[in-house]
């Protein structure tokens, strides 16, 4: 597919169906790029990992408690209307 054609593309609907229109084995290798694309962004830098254990450990150790969505939204919105 020539690089032309991709920028005229403006909607997700446009891109799919160009897709459906490839053969099998293009669609195929479509498809594979972005399963591993989505399995990418769901990967955890270093960074987010330390913070992600060093908050389980505040919470085991009873330094900081869960909150619930209902919580959180009051806190929320006691904050904005500030």
């Known amino acids: 597919m020539e690089t032309h054609y991709l920028k005229a ?10 897709a459906l229109a490839l053969p099998l084995t293009d669609r195929s ?5 972005l399963i591993e694309s989505l399995e ?13 254990d060093a908050r389980v450990a505040r919470y085991e150790a009873g330094e900081t408690k869960a909150s619930t ?8 919105q006691q904050i904005l209307q500030r």
Request: no cysteine; hydrophobic share 30%; glycine share 2%.
């Open 9 to 18: 593309m403006t909607t997700v609907d446009d891109v799919i169906q160009s």
């Open 29 to 33: 290798y479509v498809t594979s790029k």
């Open 40 to 52: 990418q962004e769901d990967q955890l830098t270093a960074g987010e990992v330390t913070e992600y």
């Open 69 to 76: 969505s209902e919580e959180l939204d009051t806190k929320i």
